[in-house]
């Protein structure tokens, strides 16, 4: 009895749920249609708004309105580079080349604003230069295997000079003089 009971509750609910389906398709396709139909009647519109013209024909408003938009976007692209370009330079991390005893140097900046990987540059031709301790070790002088540039004798060691070039660079972070002439890359 109980069994025939829940098996009558299930067709009955089984009836609604396939009503409420029909009840909910049909209006939704019924929408699609006249959805679809509204679009095609905007696409129609426009292909004739093309085809017309106004003083000047339609095309030439759209082409100038292109370009005007492509110019746009690159003006905007180009400022916010050049925005992030600021905002990088503006950071300590991107000191990393300077002028010290009429060489270039050049380093990388550690999250810790230390530096590391030091190394000296030709200032003629950029080419990488090569240390030579004196005899006597006391002083390093810089000699460019390219166009055949020599420095002075800087009167210390090698390891000193890399050393002093270190607390050099912190110390114009410090005192932040590295921001007034940041030398081209
Ligand atoms: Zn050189």
Same mark, same amino acid.
């Given at each position: 009895?109980?069994?025939?009971? !829940?098996?009558?509750?299930?067709?009955?609910?089984?009836?609604?749920?396939?009503?409420?389906?029909?009840?909910?398709?049909?209006?939704?396709?019924?929408?699609?249609?006249?959805?679809?139909?509204?679009?095609?009647?905007?696409?129609?519109?426009?292909?004739?708004?093309?085809?017309?013209?106004?003083?000047?024909?339609?095309?030439?408003?759209?082409?100038?309105?292109?370009?005007?938009?492509?110019?746009?976007? *690159?003006?905007? *692209?180009?400022?916010?580079?050049?925005?992030?370009? +600021?905002?990088?330079?503006?950071?300590?991390?991107?000191?990393?080349?300077?002028?010290?005893?009429?060489?270039? #140097?050049?380093?990388?900046? +550690?999250? +810790?604003? /230390?530096?590391? *990987?030091?190394?000296?540059?030709?200032?003629? $031709?950029?080419?990488?230069? *090569?240390? $030579?301790?004196?005899?006597? @070790?006391?002083?390093?002088?810089? !000699?460019?295997?390219? $166009?055949?540039?020599?420095?002075?004798?800087?009167?210390?060691?090698? @390891?000193?000079?890399?050393?002093?070039?270190?607390?050099?660079?912190?110390?114009?972070?410090?005192?932040?003089? #590295?921001? /007034?002439?940041?030398?081209?890359?």
């Amino acid at each position: 009895m109980k069994k025939t009971d !829940h098996s009558i509750r299930n067709s009955v609910v089984a009836t609604l749920i396939a009503t409420l389906i029909i009840a909910i398709v049909k209006p939704m396709r019924n929408m699609a249609i006249v959805v679809f139909k509204w679009l095609w009647q905007i696409i129609l519109a426009f292909k004739a708004h093309l085809g017309s013209t106004a003083s000047v024909p339609w095309w030439l408003v759209y082409a100038v309105l292109a370009i005007i938009i492509l110019l746009l976007s *690159r003006a905007i *692209r180009q400022a916010l580079q050049s925005l992030a370009t +600021d905002v990088a330079k503006a950071s300590p991390l991107s000191y990393t080349t300077d002028h010290f005893h009429g060489l270039v #140097w050049r380093w990388r900046m +550690d999250s +810790d604003f /230390q530096p590391y *990987r030091i190394s000296t540059f030709c200032p003629h $031709c950029d080419m990488q230069l *090569r240390p $030579c301790s004196s005899g006597y @070790g006391y002083s390093t002088q810089f !000699h460019c295997d390219k $166009c055949g540039f020599s420095s002075s004798n800087i009167e210390m060691e090698t @390891g000193q000079l890399e050393e002093w070039i270190s607390r050099e660079i912190q110390r114009k972070l410090r005192t932040n003089e #590295w921001k /007034q002439e940041l030398p081209n890359q």
